[in-house]
């Protein structure tokens, strides 16, 4: 939609109307990026007071008629669940379990859940029609591996075979398969037949970005490998 037009940027930090006319030295080399990439666009930038600059405002401040907040989980058809789950009431009647199982009020719920106390914090006993739901939530966030889920979910929420669950659930993950493989392959290191007479291989780079000097924040090196 910009490339190609003739346009103006308005902007209430005075300062930046001058930003192609100051010296590049003067620039850091990531203000020169900047300013570069803005430069292939368009350099003709103006100045607009704040109380003025209402679009940008309007960008940037979206009205909200009320926060609301929408938790993944609902909480009263949890304690339902655990009510009408074998599991869990047979977990209840095992004395020779380390969990520590009692009603507890749970945030904001109208309906107590069964929760472990044995850590000192209520951990909501998950029946299993919500645990690959809890696991989805909080995975997705950031696709973390199998030792952080665990602690973030085992510090939040118990059931039984926790770790095995969320070890299985997160080797299955296809965005973590795709974007975390164990093996990676490793190209072997080249080699070069040695020259014969100078130009026969020449070697280019470039070096930086470096301090700014004349403008110049880059150096293009060569070397000839018959002669160095």
Avoid at 9 to 33: E, G, V
Wanted: include cysteine; hydrophobic fraction near 35%.
């Amino acid at each position: 939609m910009l490339d190609g037009r003739e346009f103006q940027i308005y902007t209430d930090q005075k300062p930046l109307i001058y930003a192609f006319k100051q010296n590049p030295d003067k620039c850091s080399p990531k203000q020169l990026r900047h300013l570069d990439f803005i430069s292939q666009y368009s350099t003709d930038i103006r100045h607009v007071q704040g109380s003025k600059n209402v679009v940008a405002d309007s960008l940037s401040r979206i009205e909200l008629n009320s926060i609301t907040n929408s938790p993944f989980l609902n909480f009263c058809e949890l304690a339902k669940a655990q009510q009408n789950d074998p599991e869990t009431q047979k977990l209840l009647q095992d004395k020779s379990s380390s969990l520590q199982l009692a009603l507890k009020p749970y945030l904001s719920t109208i309906s107590d859940l069964i929760c472990d106390i044995s850590t000192g914090s209520s951990r909501p006993l998950v029946p299993e029609s919500f645990r690959r739901l809890i696991f989805e939530q909080l995975h997705n966030i950031s696709h973390p591996g199998i030792a952080v889920m665990t602690k973030l979910i085992s510090a939040r929420y118990v059931w039984p075979n926790m770790k095995r669950n969320i070890k299985e659930w997160v080797r299955c993950c296809e965005p973590c398969q795709r974007s975390k493989a164990q093996r990676h392959t490793k190209a072997p290191l080249g080699t070069f037949s040695l020259p014969d007479a100078r130009f026969q291989q020449i070697h280019i780079d470039i070096v930086g970005p470096l301090l700014p000097s004349d403008g110049c924040i880059y150096l293009l090196t060569m070397i000839d490998r018959f002669s160095r």
